[in-house]
């Protein structure tokens, strides 16, 4: 099974004008700073760090999960695939290639996605299986979408709290971390992968 990023976030986990502030950036009349591209890559660079630390993802992207066949069901109960990354949004679709070697496009109906779970994963629907498929690698697809949202209007205060300590540190040391503390803010968002 591998997973990978197909599309990356968008927005900013942080308002660019916390970020100034936490920076102490000199802003012209209009509200910028001569720092803000700056300041935006140490905003994606953190939230980077944050996801990595969490195993989570914090603004809305579309991930995909490969594997070489559907897993089979242990003990009667349905085979289970996980969606590594947190909260999930919606499961896109999920493609397979069938014994006869033709990519298929599974019926939503046909499955469940469990979003409450952390991380979260689909199963067979009740009634169904998963369908049987080519001798292949990558022969299951599975893309989904997982976030917080958008923007920085969705993402837990903590989260943000270490994004902009984290860019303050990077502004005012050069990117050293001085608090060894601050990684505790991300402690309550833990996801712990199976």
């Known amino acids: 099974m591998s997973t990978r990023l197909i599309v990356p976030p968008v927005g900013l986990a942080v ?7 936490a920076a102490r950036a000199d802003l012209r009349e209009d509200g910028t700073s ?35 066949c ?12 996980p969606l590594s990354k947190s909260p999930l949004l919606q499961v896109e679709h999920v493609k397979f290639y069938d014994v006869d070697g033709i990519q298929q496009v599974l019926y939503p ?21 998963w369908p049987a498929t080519a001798h292949r690698i990558n022969a299951v697809e599975v893309q989904y979408r997982c976030g917080y949202g958008a923007d920085h ?18 502004f005012e040391t050069g990117g050293k971390p001085t608090n060894e503390y601050v990684r505790r803010l991300l402690w309550p968002y833990k996801v712990y992968n199976l």
Do not use: C, N
Request: glycine content about 10%; overall charge negative.
């Open 15 to 21: 308002s660019m004008d916390a970020a100034r502030t």
């Open 34 to 68: 001569a720092l803000d591209a700056e300041i935006e890559q140490a905003i994606r660079t953190y939230t980077t760090e944050a996801e990595g630390e969490m195993s989570r993802a914090v603004i809305e992207q579309v991930w995909r999960v490969t594997l070489d």
């Open 70 to 81: 559907f897993p089979a069901a242990p003990r009667g109960g349905p085979g289970a695939i």
């Open 109 to 129: 109906q046909d499955y469940e996605a469990d979003g409450e779970s952390e991380p979260g994963f689909i199963v067979p629907a009740p009634g169904f299986a």
């Open 153 to 170: 209007t969705t993402v837990p205060d903590g989260i943000k709290g270490f994004i902009l300590a984290r860019v303050a540190e990077h």
